[in-house]
């Protein structure tokens, strides 16, 4: 799999641990006597090759030594495999991340316990799917995955708790109770969608409370839910508030059909934490601050 060098150097490489009396690659033990790198147990190093980004863990620090590169192409190194930011970075084409998904999957045999990734395609969440029984956390914003595949698969994963499903137009309401069904130890779950400015300013956007209804009713576990710019109005909401018991955290910014009529208000407000349909946190407290000071110099300044 190609993935970019690092700037520089490989923090803490060999080069700069090498023994000065016999110039080999060499560590110290906890008895602070001199070890070999290779005797390193791989378990013990994974814990410290997993502090690097994937792409690095993958092109620097697999040539380090074989050692390393033993520990890179085993399992110890990929209980987490995160390649979303290097995804973004690069603009990968689906089928490019569903590559280098079914790769990492394969060098952790089963073990990883999260997969984040950006514009996944069908195959690749297929792939990690099927070999996901210890999968806790999903990421896959902007993915190419339908209805279809996740009604296909979602049976696999049983132990998922954290969904991040955002920005998925080929997911509907039919793919959500899949997870839903399936995943029963969600506790998270965010579903961002895209603004709809345009159907907002034309008062023509319509209500749809399918996904709403669907996670009410498949994810009564959930404590913290993201619905940014759903279609969703005050009957989904309502179904949330009222099977979803253990809620603490709710986000509906830009959700334009929510009118929050009636008691539903007040109650998301006795929610710990809640961000209410209309974008009233665009500025901070300090802006507004700013904004004051700026007013003053000005009044000051007209009145000399």
């Known amino acids: 799999m190609e993935m970019e060098m690092a700037e520089g150097e490989f923090p803490g490489s060999y080069r700069e641990r090498k023994s000065k009396r016999n110039g080999k690659k060499m560590m110290y033990n906890s008895n602070g006597e001199w070890g070999k790198w290779e005797d390193l147990n791989p378990e013990i190093l994974a814990l410290i090759l997993v502090r690097i980004p994937a792409e690095e863990r993958v092109a620097t620090a697999s040539l380090v030594c074989k050692s390393w590169m033993s520990c890179v192409l085993g399992p110890f190194c990929w209980s987490d495999i995160d390649i979303q930011d290097w995804c973004r970075r690069r603009h990968l084409a689906v089928e490019y991340v569903n590559s280098a998904v079914r790769k990492l999957v394969r060098r952790s045999k089963g073990t990883f316990r999260r997969l984040s990734a950006f514009r996944l395609g069908d195959s690749g969440f297929a792939f990690a799917a099927n070999c996901g029984r210890c999968l806790k956390v999903l990421e896959i914003p902007m993915s190419e995955v339908n209805d279809k595949i996740v009604a296909k698969f979602a049976e696999s994963l049983v132990n998922l708790s954290v969904m991040d499903i955002s920005y998925c137009l080929k997911i509907t309401h039919v793919g959500i109770e899949a997870f839903g069904k399936n995943c029963k130890s969600l506790t998270q779950l965010k579903r961002n969608m895209p603004p709809q400015e345009l159907e907002r300013l034309s008062s ?46 709710l986000d509906i910014q ?47 300044s007209d009145s000399e």
């Open 204 to 249: 023509t956007s319509k209500v749809n409370e399918l996904e709403a209804m669907v996670i009410a009713d498949t994810m009564p576990l959930l404590q913290h839910l993201q619905l940014g710019f759903g279609c969703f109005g005050d009957t989904g909401l309502g179904a949330i508030l009222a099977k979803c018991k253990a809620l603490t955290h």
């Open 254 to 300: 830009g959700c334009w059909n929510v009118k929050l009529e009636g008691e539903l208000e007040d109650r998301c407000l006795q929610l710990p934490a809640f961000k209410s349909p209309w974008v009233y946190d665009l500025f901070t407290d300090n802006d507004e601050q700013d904004d004051e000071n700026k007013d003053d110099e000005y009044s000051s």
